[in-house]
């Protein structure tokens, strides 16, 4: 081998490089430091606990031999190999793990398919690489592209895998509605079949020898807990799709990169919209300038039950802010959907537009004394069942229910068609929830005629600290290129 030759071995999950000395080129490149946050802690002010956790490298030791440098995640291999490249060595490939992934059929595609936008081209991507993430809007199409590959593959072990069971039955629904063997794992149910929808935590049932291995809402499959049940599958070739590859709260987003690999195909929103896979999103801004400063306020449930959950001005400029939009659009009955962060919220606005049903997750008795001692919850108000929530998803896909406030229960894995206005009285600033959050307007209408998606939103003003959340969630909207007006 001479001096400029590399060669890059898979191993499943694995790689490695020889000659060894070459790893110490992508050492540093390849480190991060993830990120802890423990609860609110007295000896320290009442300031949330940071907790850095060492430098996490994604690098195991070099061979005894000192001839191979092993790189833990794969997914990395796109990148390393054309830094090599780039620096000059000649490359070699080698594959001791393949994933026997067969010739796509293309005559098993529909001959009547409708492609939209740039369909095509991203499942033509993911056909061209060995491993890859696509980045596309919230209602783009993924599900399509998935249909796409049962078709392609009609021999093969491919595995769906979404992080929470209200998304992979979606899944499961729309895949098994065009193939009937289509098996799921997932809230007590193993089937797992040649295709499967499995929920994260339960890959463990699903088989070790898949072909392909597809996963949704990848950003959120990235934790520990997942990575562990991921690498699990030696013989896949992994696939990603998101909305939002970069905003994790622990540092790990580059996890994306080495699980599913390099972005392959990315479709910013307005590129969507012009080629008809959503409908263009108008944001209105409503300024609120009345309300307590709680910027030295440190605990952060503190501080937003004082500037945001218990704020009458604020709360009562959310009903307005409703009451405006339903004239000015002079529409007989929009559907209208209020985003909040908690419960205590949801009731709060609730006991001001008493015809919105809440929608929540499961609470407990002393959670609900606590709220109904500091005013949060009235005779008659409750949360909502397990049972009743489903049929309330159910209920608003289908149009009949048409005012919804809910926690961030429903900010994925939810298909709400023909949602026409959706209210942000969160007051959060996740650079990931403005994307997820207003993905719910972007779908094109139960008769594909649904023109476009009204987003209202606060300028928090009467807060330093909560102001700058409003501008850091002006600023993903307008990087997705959403039409922002100030209403006065």
């Known amino acids: 081998m001479s001096d400029k030759t590399a060669i890059v071995t898979y191993l499943g999950r694995v790689m490695s490089i020889e000659p060894a000395y070459l790893g110490q080129l992508f050492e540093s490149d390849l480190s991060i430091t993830l990120i802890e946050r423990g609860d ?50 000649t490359v070699e490939e080698r594959d001791w793990i393949p994933c026997e992934l067969p010739a796509p059929r293309f005559d098993c595609i529909p001959a009547d398919i409708q492609w939209r936008g740039s369909q095509p081209a991203v499942l033509a991507s ?23 590959l049962v078709h392609l593959y009609p021999d093969a072990n491919i595995i769906f895998t979404v992080p929470s069971i209200d998304i992979a039955r979606d899944t499961y629904q729309s895949l098994v509605a065009q193939d009937g063997r289509i098996g799921f794992c997932g809230d007590g149910t193993v089937n797992p079949q040649r295709v499967t929808v499995a929920v994260s935590h339960s890959l463990k049932h699903c088989h070790r020898n898949a072909n392909l291995l597809v996963g949704d809402e990848a950003h959120a499959l990235v934790s520990e807990r997942f990575r562990e049940d991921l690498v699990q599958f030696p013989r896949a070739k992994f696939i990603g799709m998101t909305a939002s590859p970069t905003g994790r709260s622990d540092g790990g987003d580059q996890y994306i990169e080495a699980l599913f690999g390099p972005i392959i195909y990315e479709v910013p929103y307005q590129e969507a919209v012009e080629m008809g896979n959503v409908v263009p999103i108008d944001v209105w801004v409503f300024r609120v300038d009345h309300g307590p400063n709680v910027q030295s306020i440190v605990r952060p449930d503190l501080k937003n039950r004082k500037g945001i959950w218990e704020n009458q ?65 009235l005779e008659g108000q409750r949360t909502c069942t397990r049972k009743e929530r489903a049929a309330y998803k159910e209920q608003f896909s289908a149009g009949t229910l048409r005012r919804v406030i809910a926690t961030f229960i429903w900010s994925k894995g939810v298909n709400f068609l023909d949602l026409d206005i959706l209210v942000r009285a969160d007051g959060t600033s996740s650079s990931i929830n403005s994307v997820q959050v207003p993905g719910r307007l972007s779908r094109l209408g139960s008769d594909g005629q649904k023109q476009k998606g009204l987003l209202i939103d606060f300028n928090d003003t009467f807060s330093p600290d909560l102001q700058a959340r409003s501008r850091n969630r002006f600023k993903v909207y307008r990087q997705n290129g959403f039409k922002i007006e100030p209403v006065t």
């Not at 002010?45 to 794969?74: E, L, N």
């Not at 001005?313 to 959310?318: A, C, G, L, P, T």
Request: net charge positive.
């Open 40 to 89: 609110p802690d007295p000896r320290n002010g009442w300031k949330p606990q940071v907790i850095q956790k060492p430098q996490r490298v994604f690098w195991y030791d070099t061979d005894p031999q000192g001839v191979a440098k092993f790189f833990t995640f794969s997914g990395f291999g796109p990148r390393i190999i054309g830094g090599l490249k780039d620096a000059g060595f």
């Open 126 to 148: 993911i056909l061209a690489n060995r491993c890859g993430t696509v980045v596309c809007p919230t209602g783009w199409g993924k599900t399509f592209i998935m249909r796409q």
């Open 313 to 377: 001005y604020r709360n009562e400029m959310i009903r307005y802010s409703v009451q405006y939009a339903r004239y000015r659009l002079e529409r007989e009955d929009p559907q209208i959907l209020i985003m909040v962060d908690k419960i205590e919220h949801a009731l709060r606005l609730q006991q001001l537009m008493p015809d919105f049903t809440v929608v929540t997750g499961e609470s407990d008795d002393r959670q609900l004394d606590r709220l109904a001692k500091r005013g949060g919850i």
